[in-house]
């Protein structure tokens, strides 16, 4: 069988590239629109605005000025929006009789937001925004490892070196008019790409679109944002007290930017130490030696460069070195000898299973509109479905082995998350991590 | 010609939504097959319901039932528990195990050429488990340790201590993890010993959809769980009283966020005002738009967000409000939500406009619900369990609009308030008991140490 995604694309005048995937087999259609904008796109003093916007466009634009949930949900939508250090997405699915409501939300808010923008939203939407911060990750066991991280591998004027939901006091702060600047350098059909997939016919669906969004005036050109990220000269070593019970480490390297060579050998480097119960580091620390309760490895891609990290929390009174000392050995072992032949083969399976299981949904995060609009942000090629499947099909056992070597030989940042007051159980010579 | 963007566009009416008609089967030793054939992607899902839930753990034991399910796929037939998930891996998919209150689900959704060898694999999970003493050991202990890092997570435990204020002793009244002293306490013999009588295929059901043939799956079925013991039907559960109404503060010091819940008990999922109680919460917490959100996120900038709703089961079950708000508003959230509550069964009813907008939300949405053959599979897992009727999901949108305002007034005054409710807030007690006991709502019980509730 071979997977694909088919695709009409059309480029309206003011920039907007349209892509549209016909599938019929419920009465539903997905909306969805990219904005190549995330909080990489941000400086720092004014960090956490990508996100603060999406909050933002959600609560009215010039012809509709009050929330957009409104009339959405009144006409069984679902809808929702996210934010990433790379870009930012908003998407609705739609019985397919209000797709022209969906369609004329997404165009009011991308070409006449500001008019209704005002101090009373914004500082409504500050507040959410803190306490969003609060629930995910101040008062979320471990939630700030994230932030020391982020911060450790990237030097401060760094834009992955701030995290995508910001700090408190630039959130603060936020003015009226830096938002407003923000949104006019960003959000606008030049810097936009919008997937409609689903029981629509394809000319009608871009007819539909020029309609509702070919007048909103194209904004300025946005130059990409790929600054380069210096390796680690010296292997760090962190320590951050929080309210845990267990301690837990976290090893982060550099490692290939989203869709470059051999970011997707780390992604399955990734599957095979900490991908579930079959995997090594799973096996080794968690069934074998109950040094682990928990373990996470992954391979976080992104556009200007990713981060390739191992987590794992401690058993009660084991310590995190003897972790360290089991992943590296295993790291070394797979550098040496390569996975198995079998361990290839699941791998292998796996992804193939994850990307027929991602044709199963229209729109929402993930779904065949957002995947569309993903290719094009990213690579520019809609119809990369297959090709990003071949990447891992075209894997082997030396090419695996090989980003395990890579990683051995780069520098690390290693950060423990210990209980407070408990400092002594982080790695030896550990130093403070300053997180906000 | 320019889009008139003096109006928002009319919506047209909904298509009908489609759901496949489930043909029905018997295996030997009681199992029952209902299964659909969706022609489309290359996939099947699988769902096999299993009448053991939470409420089946022993009163000394809480957590068996979630212990016993989380160690049938840790070694079984000749596999032992690596060899078990490589055999899963190898076909692409893996197991998804849920323990609920009245059942425990196994479900995977794989290539439709791996169905009978994945369907082989849980057969041999529910017929013959290893449970051996090394994987009971390490599964013990990584729930001891899961038990332990809830200390520090304020969800958890503001979810565990409602239950226990609203349940009292009742099988609903715990966390499905159980316990710290229930879990030092168990033994392998018991977890046998629950598997035999609960885990058995009498009152199960095997739910399959997707692009397999029906007599593929009464085949594939009836090998995969010929040896599947008949086990004992679970006993009902009985009505709880209610709970004496108080508001427990649970001290966790310095917390810049309290974690707050509101429940009462309310009534099964078999209950003829079901579908007035499903409009009822769309308007009142249900979603974005909803009353309680509006109030304390879009106006009050308390929340990131706060949702209410009826968690029905097959016993009596709960309605709950639940968010977590900036530490200096608790006391006024509560407050607000109460004013809510009693709102909506009197002074300002759901009613004309706001009603109209619910049901038509819940009619438009209800298609969006059923796109995938995972979310087929998992409406007749709930149609199985509960006992619902064959023609449920085709009359849950006529039966939907035919609500009035009266009845959901009606359903409002009987389910939502008055009621004794029990509230639970975890957060910085020096900081928000005062102003909750200022507010004089009820007796108020503070409680120093919020991790005995996981002892």
């Known amino acids: 069988m071979t997977l694909e995604l088919p695709f009409v694309r059309e480029t309206l005048d003011n920039g907007l590239t349209v892509l549209v995937h016909e599938h019929h087999d419920a009465p539903l259609v997905a909306v969805n629109v990219w904005y190549h904008v995330g909080s990489k796109n941000e400086r720092p003093g004014l960090t956490g605005f990508a996100h603060l916007f999406e909050h933002l466009m959600f609560e009215g634009s010039k012809h509709h000025d009050k929330g957009y949930f409104g009339p959405l949900q009144d006409a069984g939508a679902s809808l929702n929006g996210s934010t990433n250090a790379d870009r930012t997405n908003y998407w609705e699915t739609v019985p397919r009789e209000a797709l022209d409501l969906a369609l004329w939300l997404e165009s009011d808010r991308m070409g006449h937001l500001l008019p209704a923008l005002t101090e009373a939203k914004l500082t409504n939407q500050r507040d959410v925004v803190l306490n969003e911060r609060r629930q995910n990750y101040e008062n979320r066991p471990y939630g700030r490892a994230s932030f020391a991280l982020l911060g450790a591998l990237y030097h401060a004027d760094h834009p992955y070196h701030w995290p995508t939901i910001g700090w408190p006091d630039d959130i603060s702060a936020a003015s009226l008019t830096d938002v407003s600047a923000f949104f006019a350098r960003y959000y606008h059909p030049a810097n936009a790409t919008l997937a409609i997939a689903g029981d629509i016919e394809a000319a009608d669906a871009i007819d539909r679109a020029r309609a509702f969004f070919g007048d909103i005036p194209a904004g300025p050109a946005v130059s990409p944002v790929r600054p380069p990220a210096p390796p680690l000269d010296a292997r760090l070593r962190l320590v951050l007290e929080d309210r845990v019970e267990l301690p837990r480490i976290y090893m982060a390297w550099h490692s290939p930017a989203l869709f470059a060579d051999g970011d997707a050998d780390f992604d399955l480097l990734g599957e095979i130490l900490g991908g579930g119960k079959t995997s090594r580091l799973y096996k080794r620390l968690v069934f074998d030696e109950r040094v682990a309760t928990e373990l996470v490895a992954s391979q976080a891609s992104r556009e200007a460069g990713s981060m390739f990290q191992v987590i794992a929390t401690a058993a009660p009174g084991r310590h995190l070195a003897e972790i360290l000392d089991i992943v590296d050995a295993e790291l070394s072992s797979l550098a040496a000898d390569g996975p198995s032949e079998d361990e290839v083969e699941r791998v292998k399976a796996q992804a193939e299973s994850a990307f027929i299981m991602r044709l199963q949904h229209l729109g929402g995060f993930g779904g065949r509109a957002d995947q569309l609009n993903a290719y094009q942000t990213y690579l520019g090629d809609p119809s990369a479905f297959g090709a990003d499947l071949e990447r891992y099909l075209r894997a082997s056992r030396a090419s695996i082995a090989g980003a395990a070597g890579a990683l051995l030989r780069r520098q690390r940042a290693e950060l423990s998350v210990v209980p407070e007051g408990q400092a002594a159980m982080a790695l030896a010579g550990s130093t403070p991590a300053h997180v906000v | ?455």
């Not at chain 2, 899902?45 to 989380?70: E, F, M």
């Not at chain 2, 999970?125 to 332990?148: K, M, N, Q, W, Y």
């Not at chain 2, 079925?221 to 709880?240: E, I, K, L, N, T």
């Not at chain 2, 427990?248 to 209950?271: F, G, K, N």
Request: hydrophobic share 45%.
């Open chain 2, 1 to 455: 010609m320019p889009i008139d963007r003096s109006r928002l566009p009319d919506v047209g009416t909904p298509a009908a939504v489609a759901f496949p008609s489930f043909s029905r089967s018997r295996v030997a030793g009681g199992l029952e097959v209902r299964t659909a054939h969706r022609r489309g992607l290359p996939i099947a899902s699988v769902i096999l319901v299993v009448r053991a839930g939470t409420a089946r753990d022993p009163a000394d034991r809480h957590g068996l039932t979630s212990l016993t399910a989380g160690l049938m796929d840790e070694g079984a037939g000749s596999l032992n528990a690596i060899a078990l998930h490589e055999a899963f891996a190898r076909l692409g998919t893996h197991l998804e195990t849920d323990v609920g209150a009245d059942c425990t689900t196994f479900g995977f959704t794989v290539v439709e050429r791996h169905f009978e060898a994945a369907l082989a694999l849980l057969g041999t999970i529910v017929g013959a488990p290893r449970f051996e003493r090394a994987d009971f050991t390490r599964e013990r202990e990584l729930r001891l340790s899961r038990l332990l890092q809830m200390r520090e997570m304020p969800p958890a435990i503001a979810d565990r201590a409602m239950l226990s204020a609203v349940y009292g002793a009742h099988p609903y009244g715990h966390g499905a993890l159980g316990n710290e002293s229930s879990m030092d306490a168990v033994t392998l013999d018991e977890v046998t010993g629950h598997h035999v009588r609960a885990f058995g295929c009498a009152g199960s059901t095997l739910i399959v959809c997707g692009n397999v043939s029906d007599v593929r799956v009464e085949r594939a079925a009836a090998s995969a769980f010929a040896s599947c013991p008949a086990g004992d039907a679970p006993a009902d559960v009985m009505v709880p009283p209610d709970p004496e109404p108080a508001i427990v503060v649970m001290h966790r010091p310095d917390a810049a966020q309290t974690e707050l819940r509101l429940a009462r008990l309310s009534t099964t999922r078999m209950t003829p005002d079901y579908h007035a109680l499903v409009v009822l919460n769309l308007a009142l917490g249900g979603q974005f738009v909803s009353r309680i959100n509006s109030k304390l996120r879009e106006e009050k900038g308390y929340t990131y967000g706060a949702r209410t709703g009826f968690d029905l089961r097959r016993g009596t079950g709960l309605f709950i409000c639940q968010t977590a708000v900036e530490r200096d508003a608790t006391a006024d959230a509560l407050n607000d939500v109460f004013a809510e509550l009693s709102a909506v069964a009197g002074a300002r009813p759901i009613e004309g406009a706001e009603l109209e907008r619910a049901t038509t939300s819940l009619a438009r949405g209800y298609a969006r619900g059923l796109e995938t053959i995972d979310q087929v599979a998992r409406q007749a897992a709930q149609m199985a369990l509960y006992g619902l009727p064959d023609d449920h999901v085709h009359r849950f949108v006529p039966q939907v609009r035919a609500l009035t305002a009266d009845d959901i007034a009606r359903a409002a005054a009987r389910w939502i308030w008055p009621a004794p409710y029990v509230a639970v807030a975890v957060g910085d007690a020096d900081r928000i008991e005062a102003p909750i006991r200022s507010l004089g709502l009820g007796a108020v019980h503070r409680i120093d140490a919020p991790e005995s509730i996981l002892r």
